[in-house]
């Protein structure tokens, strides 16, 4: 009887399983279907077509934990290409340029970009994003957390900035490869050094570019948030000259290029020209993020080097800000002198990092950009920000660009994060933008399911 029962046992335990089988066989077999009749509808035009959201997470938790400060871009570039190789992108679509050779402190790779010609017609647009970080965010370990991606190192910013905007670009190429999407004429691109001076947008190669008539960059934090203009900035470096001497022996016979250094913050400070820059109704910023002197507490210094930016919309009072930092410094070498009455000395040099911008209310990249977003459901906000942006190079460039969010929370800190809703709605965006159905909405749909 035991046996009996063993053999009963087991039989039913089969049939459980091969129901349990078929069940899953026919779940899966709907879930076929069903993806089946979404993307016919999405070709028909009765949807718009919709990225994998939970794909484009993996992809972005994966480029964040990918070291690459700027001038060390290379990884990130090989795997943007491997994943749109894999994707079934053409080897000969996927191109490079040496853009690093043109930037001051060299690099190991240029720009990267994915060409795809169009299989409708349509003016050629651009799709962007930069491939590095600031510094802080090496040694980035992204996880998980509450709806938002962070660093589980303590010690390391993320990195959203830009690899969430790489990611939702990527995400948009991929999704057209996959699903075999309609599209007019596409360039992606991702650009090297936006944190150290634009750098990749500024010395791209114009074939690259592809000349489009479009163009949309995606960095920054809302989703719906597009800004239309940018701030100009100055970049200052200052080298400091005094006369070393012992600071106990004979302190006297110094020149300290420090006293020379305090003095001009100093000045600069009291007389409003650092920091929040306000001079009457005209507004800017300054800045002084390098100083660099000094070997030992028994040597009076000699040498000092800083590095300074100034930035403000109205090019004539970012002139202003340049000239009051020239003038603090060259005043306050004079008045530092040793025994024998010599004094420090001041050499500075500048260049304009970018010009500020500000695209017209009816460019037609911002009007297309606010489609897809209320695409979506959502409701753009057009601003104005204070940070350089790639836009600014290539709208100077002759390409008018609009750029988005993407997610991106207290960026350049060790408490940046990724907000995955604004994230996702900014993949949802993109493949709009790409596939030219920015304009669909449920009007669209009634006029397509009535014909």
Request: glycine content about 10%; some cysteine; hydrophobic content about 40%.
């Amino acid at each position: 009887m035991m046996s009996g029962l063993g053999h009963a046992s087991s039989r039913m335990a089969c049939d459980a399983d091969d129901w349990h089988s078929v069940q899953r066989d026919e779940a899966s077999m709907t879930m076929v279907q069903s993806t089946a009749r979404l993307r016919r509808k999405q070709a028909a035009g009765e949807l718009p077509p919709e990225p994998d959201l939970k794909a484009a997470r993996e992809r972005v938790l994966k480029l964040l934990a990918i070291e690459g400060p700027s001038g060390r871009e290379a990884a990130v570039a090989e795997f943007i290409r491997g994943e749109l190789l894999r994707a079934g992108a053409p080897r000969a679509s996927i191109r490079v340029d040496r853009a690093h050779r043109k930037i001051p402190n060299g690099g190991e790779v240029g720009n990267l970009a994915c060409h795809l010609p169009g299989t409708m017609r349509g003016p050629r647009r651009l799709l962007m994003a930069h491939m590095d970080t600031v510094p802080l965010c090496v040694g980035a370990v992204p996880r998980l957390r509450r709806g938002y991606i962070e660093s589980a190192n303590p010690a390391s910013g993320l990195g959203a900035d830009d690899r969430a905007g790489c990611a939702v670009v990527l995400t948009a190429a991929l999704e057209i490869l996959r699903q075999k999407l309609p599209h007019p004429p596409l360039v992606f691109f991702w650009a090297i050094q936006e944190e150290v001076g634009l750098y990749g947008a500024r010395f791209a190669d114009r074939a690259l570019l592809g000349k489009p008539k479009l163009a949309f960059n995606w960095d920054g934090n809302n989703a719906e948030r597009l800004s239309i203009g940018a701030t100009g900035a100055y970049r200052l470096t200052i080298e400091l000259e005094g006369v070393a001497s012992h600071a106990g022996g004979a302190p006297e016979q110094g020149v300290s290029a420090i006293t020379i250094a305090g003095l001009a913050i100093a000045e600069l400070a009291a007389g409003g020209w650092l920091g929040d820059v306000r001079q009457g109704d005209r507004r800017g910023t300054s800045n002084i993020g390098v100083i660099q002197g000094g070997a030992a507490t028994n040597v009076v210094t000699d040498r000092v080097l800083l590095r300074a930016e100034c930035r403000s919309h109205d090019p004539q009072f970012r002139l202003e800000i340049r000239q009051a930092f020239e003038q603090a410094f060259t005043r306050a070498a004079s008045q530092v002198r040793n025994v024998a009455g010599t004094c420090g000395k001041a050499r500075i040099s500048s260049h304009l990092d970018y010009e500020a911008f500000r695209l017209a209310d009816d460019e037609p990249c911002v009007l297309a950009a606010e489609a897809a977003i209320r695409s979506i459901g959502a409701v753009p906000e057009r601003v104005v920000t204070n940070g350089g942006l790639d836009a600014n190079w290539l709208t100077a460039r002759g390409i008018p660009t609009v750029t988005l969010g993407c997610g991106q929370v207290n960026v350049h800190t060790v408490n940046e994060r990724l907000d995955l809703g604004a994230f996702e709605r900014a993949c949802r965006i993109a493949l709009r933008l790409a596939t030219g159905t920015e304009q669909w909405n449920s009007t669209t749909k009634s006029a397509s399911a009535s014909t």
